[in-house]
């Protein structure tokens, strides 16, 4: 059974950054696929982020050029780098991993509130 602990969000000042950390455990880390993903309230879940396991990134583009995903495979931890933040960057954010044979995992979300 894989869990994932997400930690690093909180409440920041427009313009202001955070950056975000998602543990696994129970798994073979590195064979994932990876992605940041937030729900606000009233809104759907979207995805901000994804890594692959071969490390190609793709963003939403909403936060292109102010995120960066990234991950270290020895530390069995993804990361999410948030700059410039702006007020509807708030919301929970939630870390997910899948993989086509060994399945899909969810964190239980932080979250990030970006206010004055």
């Known amino acids: 059974q894989v869990q994932l602990v997400e930690s690093g969000g909180g409440l920041v000042q427009p313009g202001g950054s955070l950056r975000l950390s998602c543990t696994a455990s129970g798994s073979i880390f590195s064979i994932y696929h990876m992605g940041w993903h937030r729900q606000a309230p009233g809104n759907r879940r979207e995805m901000v982020a994804t890594?692959?396991?071969?490390?190609?990134?793709n963003y939403a583009d909403s936060v292109k050029g102010r995120f960066i995903i990234s991950r270290d495979n020895a530390r069995n931890t993804m990361y999410l780098q948030m700059n410039s933040l702006k007020p509807e960057d708030t919301a929970v954010y939630l870390c997910n991993i899948n993989h086509p044979a060994a399945g899909e995992y969810w964190g239980q979300g932080t979250q990030v509130t970006v206010s004055s």
């Open positions: 890594v692959t396991s071969a490390g190609r990134t």
